[in-house]
């Protein structure tokens, strides 16, 4: 629903003026302090206070003049209203600065077209003194501030929710600019004249009260510029909708026209966020984050690292900067440089330490003309002596390996591959974790994990198995984190193969199963020879469940334990076509397999469960 209210409380007058005009709207934001945005500016009824008579959000651009939204104002003639200029709280009066106003100029090409997009929608109040006690807010200048994905800032005392009532205290939210395109999946009509922002989940947006506001983006020198009038949009902070700006660039022509080009404010030299020396470097923690920025093509960033002990250090950054990293020694010694070891444009900087001591890492531009922001961490690990050897039957799998399943059938019987895993060190290696992590990640699974720990010497074996969730090739990463010097992660590439089955009505295995309720029943086919059927049974309280088909087809059933164990075993004994498994369950995850007692056992049944 396009929003077409103003919340003007005892505005009979006014309210008639604009009844058409479509206010926009905020929410999920937080309360400003007094004082914060001197040049936010209240449209007010005149003779009404600015709690009871506020409509409309405004700017103050220069002096003498406030810029707010066109649709504010259809119809409104400059003897109706004042501007509150710098105010705070509404209930306080005294805040602000009130003038009367002594010219409404509005957009000539200002209009609602046919797709119900607000275009042009801007207006100049000159005000009929200028304010001299507040500061201005200067206008945006250049594209690239207004850039998709530019986090920016929206100031109103506009409702807090959808429908709701506005706010006393002025508010503030950030919302990232989108693209015309995606906003204009559901606001039609979009062009130049329109900035959109907010975020695909919702819940930060205006609301009703905070039209003509202004939309901020931060200039060179970190000043707020403005960039848009809050305009118009669908409802408040729903998720897929964005809230819709007037452009201030793609108009500033014709305001500046009107208010004169003040000029554009001073770009000052950059303030260093990071020293350039082993001296005046900046502390990265062990384990730890920061963010960095090469203000200038030439700037160098130093970071000091303090190393506990012996083991592996890791040093990567992470952005869209083209950054390249040098680790240096106390001394200041280059020890080690890369540049894209943590994938284009990051570093990867990694180093086995035998002691405690002082490292330091030098962050430069890939070239002479290189800036932007970026981030860096550090990662240690202590070394235990422990190493690693990892194998699959006789095969050993070295770092980086390529360990390939096969073909597979999507949805049908899982292939498993056993790994032996060797602490080849001279002391005890601990095995912190194993995962797998890549695109097709969920392909794959623990059937069991290697051991905690492993003496010297000694080995421990643990079996991973392909599901395949898709088809095409498939590919993921298992990796095994220990204390093991220089091999943490241990990394092995795998790779499988997998094409379309027919369709299935149940999953074939433990990772596809279906969700079987008890009590209830649920049809299944044996579609072929091969097939199976897997259900998954949760039992919150101990219970006893029976389990059994009907139909004509001669089945077996097959009950695991949520670790795959074996359970128990059903066929009819016999004395008729369909199995029955009873069983007393303690509160868990259970799996039931259905299949065909042989090749030729297919067709339809059906699973009854009871308790």
């Not at 089945?555 to 076509?577: C, E, F, H, I, Q």
Request: charged share 15%.
């Amino acid at each position: 629903m396009k929003k077409s209210l103003f919340l003007m409380a005892g505005m009979l007058v006014m309210s008639c003026l604009v009844a058409q005009a479509q206010q926009k709207r905020i929410v999920g934001g937080i309360n400003t302090t007094s004082g914060e945005y001197p040049f936010m500016t209240a449209l007010v009824e005149k003779g009404a206070t600015p709690s009871s008579g506020q409509f409309c959000g405004a700017a103050l651009v220069a002096p003498q003049w406030v810029l707010t939204a066109a649709h504010c104002l259809e119809g409104t003639p400059a003897s109706t209203l004042d501007v509150w200029v710098g105010g705070h709280d509404l209930r306080t009066a005294s805040q602000g600065v009130r003038v009367a106003v002594s010219q409404v100029i509005m957009h000539p090409n200002y209009r609602e077209t046919s797709q119900g997009a607000l275009v042009n929608d801007f207006c100049l109040l000159k005000l009929a003194s200028p304010v001299t006690t507040r500061a201005t807010l200067p206008l945006v200048e250049t594209s690239d501030q207004i850039a998709v994905g530019t986090m920016t800032r929206v100031l109103g005392w506009g409702a807090t929710r959808e429908g709701g009532a506005g706010s006393k205290i002025l508010r503030q939210a950030d919302v990232p600019l989108v693209s015309l395109t995606l906003a204009g999946v559901t606001n039609p009509g979009l062009n130049s004249t329109h900035l959109a922002a907010g975020f695909a989940t919702g819940g930060v947006d205006s609301c009703q009260g905070d039209s003509g506001g202004p939309l901020m983006v931060p200039g060179f020198s970190g000043q707020w510029l403005h960039a848009g009038t809050v305009s118009y949009g669908n409802g408040c902070a729903r998720p897929n909708e964005y809230g819709i700006y007037g452009n201030t660039l793609t108009l500033k022509p014709w305001i500046i026209g009107h208010i004169g080009d003040p000029g554009e404010p001073p770009k000052p030299d950059p303030v260093d966020d990071h020293g350039n020396t082993t001296a005046a470097a900046t502390t990265l923690a062990v384990n730890g984050t920061l963010p960095g920025v090469l203000e200038a093509g030439g700037d160098l960033d130093v970071f000091k690292i303090s190393a506990p002990g012996a083991g592996v250090l890791t040093v990567t950054s992470g952005g869209g900067t083209d950054v390249t990293g040098t680790l240096l020694g106390s001394t200041g010694a280059a020890l080690a440089s890369d540049d894209n070891g943590n994938g284009a444009p990051n570093f990867r900087l990694t180093r086995t330490l035998t002691a405690a001591g002082t490292y330091y890492v030098r962050v430069a531009g890939v070239n002479s003309s290189t800036s932007g922001a970026y981030s860096i961490t550090s990662a240690f690990t202590t070394t235990t002596g422990g190493d690693i050897a990892l194998k699959t039957g006789t095969t050993a799998l070295p770092m980086n390996a390529t360990l390939n399943f096969g073909a597979l059938q999507v949805n049908a019987a899982t292939v498993e591959r056993t790994l032996t895993l060797t602490n080849t060190g001279t002391t005890t290696l601990t095995i912190v974790g194993a995962s797998f992590d890549g695109a097709d990640a969920g392909s794959f699974h623990f059937v069991s994990l290697p051991a905690a720990s492993l003496a010297k010497g000694k080995s421990t074996s643990f079996i991973i198995s392909c599901a395949p969730d898709r088809a095409g090739a498939l590919s993921a990463r298992l990796l095994v984190q220990s204390s093991a010097a220089g091999k943490n992660p241990y990394p092995v590439n795998l790779v499988a193969s997998a094409t379309a089955t027919t369709p299935d009505d149940h999953g074939n295995n433990f990772y596809f199963a279906t969700a079987a309720p008890v009590p209830g029943g649920i049809p299944g086919v044996i579609n072929h020879g091969a097939d199976k059927d897997f259900f998954v049974i949760t039992v919150a309280v101990k219970t006893t469940v029976t389990m059994k088909t009907t139909g004509f087809v001669d089945t077996y059933g097959t009950l695991y334990s949520s670790a795959g164990k074996v359970l128990k075993k059903a066929d009819d004994t016999g004395r008729d076509l369909n199995f029955t498994l009873k069983r007393a369950l303690t509160p868990g995850t259970y799996y039931l397999c259905v299949e065909g007692y042989d090749r030729h056992a297919t067709g339809p049944y059906t699973l009854l469960l009871s308790r």
